[in-house]
């Protein structure tokens, strides 16, 4: 049976559109990392690094003769992002200023557990080789673990996304929880590049803990 997220992890992928509480276990990522506008050329390459090499996995591993002995067929997961702010993206930010060339990123896309190390050495060997891209080299295979977090579905503009957050950090609070940092992370749901602003779904995520008392 095909993996689909969209049908089978919905509490992760799908949430409501209110904050709610979350347990996130550990995941592998394909990762690449960079800093500046999400509107430059390079965040763009960055994407396209990521997708053609998620996509060259999967296919690769549809053909191939003796496949992982947990192997299944699957859907590729969906854009996630990891924002935070350069040293001085932060003092800016403190005083009231977003600067969107300061953002600093970590762009990811989530991969089944049977893709190991040594298959993704393998499959971008390969794709360098026959389809080279721009940063395919700096794609990074990693295990990441985010844990207890806040998420809500936010639909709109990412620069609404402040009203997002507050209504998360609220009930926070009222869970006597605190947000661990300022670092959030972010699903896309829809292609930013091709839908209407108003349109756009999007996961908003950050870690918490238990305060204190």
Same mark, same amino acid.
């Given at each position: 049976?095909?993996?689909?997220?969209?049908?089978?992890e919905?509490?992760?992928?799908?949430?409501?559109?209110?904050?709610?509480i979350?347990?996130v276990?550990?995941?592998r990522?394909?990762?690449?990392?960079?800093?500046g506008?999400?509107?430059?050329?390079?965040?763009?390459?960055c994407?396209?690094?990521l &997708?053609?090499?998620?996509?060259?996995?999967?296919?690769?591993?549809k =053909?191939r003769e003796?496949p992982?002995?947990?192997?299944?067929?699957?859907?590729?997961?969906p854009?996630?992002g990891?924002?935070?702010?350069?040293e *001085? $993206?932060?003092?800016?930010?403190?005083q $009231?200023?977003l600067?969107k060339?300061?953002?600093?990123?970590?762009?990811?896309?989530?991969?089944?557990?049977?893709i190991s190390?040594?298959?993704?050495?393998?499959?971008?060997? $390969?794709?360098? =080789?026959?389809?080279?891209?721009?940063l395919?080299d700096?794609?990074?295979?990693?295990?990441?673990r985010?844990?207890?977090?806040? *998420?809500?579905?936010?639909?709109?503009? &990412?620069?609404s996304?402040?009203?997002?957050?507050?209504?998360?950090?609220?009930?926070?609070?009222?869970?006597?929880?605190?947000?661990l940092?300022?670092?959030?992370?972010?699903?896309y749901?829809?292609?930013?590049?091709?839908?209407?602003?108003?349109?756009?779904?999007?996961?908003?995520?950050?870690?918490?803990?238990?305060?204190? $008392?």
């Amino acid at each position: 049976m095909k993996q689909e997220w969209r049908k089978t992890e919905k509490g992760l992928y799908l949430p409501k559109a209110r904050p709610e509480i979350v347990d996130v276990p550990d995941f592998r990522f394909l990762q690449i990392q960079g800093e500046g506008h999400p509107g430059s050329s390079r965040f763009a390459e960055c994407i396209t690094a990521l &997708f053609s090499l998620s996509y060259a996995l999967k296919m690769s591993l549809k =053909k191939r003769e003796s496949p992982p002995e947990d192997y299944t067929d699957y859907t590729v997961y969906p854009l996630e992002g990891v924002w935070d702010l350069n040293e *001085q $993206g932060r003092a800016e930010y403190g005083q $009231g200023t977003l600067n969107k060339d300061h953002f600093v990123y970590t762009l990811m896309i989530r991969q089944p557990s049977f893709i190991s190390d040594e298959y993704f050495s393998e499959i971008r060997t $390969g794709v360098l =080789k026959k389809k080279p891209q721009p940063l395919q080299d700096q794609v990074e295979l990693v295990d990441y673990r985010e844990g207890k977090c806040i *998420q809500m579905l936010h639909t709109g503009s &990412f620069d609404s996304e402040p009203a997002s957050f507050a209504r998360m950090e609220a009930y926070a609070e009222e869970q006597n929880l605190q947000r661990l940092s300022r670092t959030h992370r972010e699903i896309y749901l829809s292609d930013f590049r091709k839908t209407e602003e108003a349109k756009l779904k999007t996961v908003l995520r950050f870690r918490v803990d238990y305060t204190a $008392g």
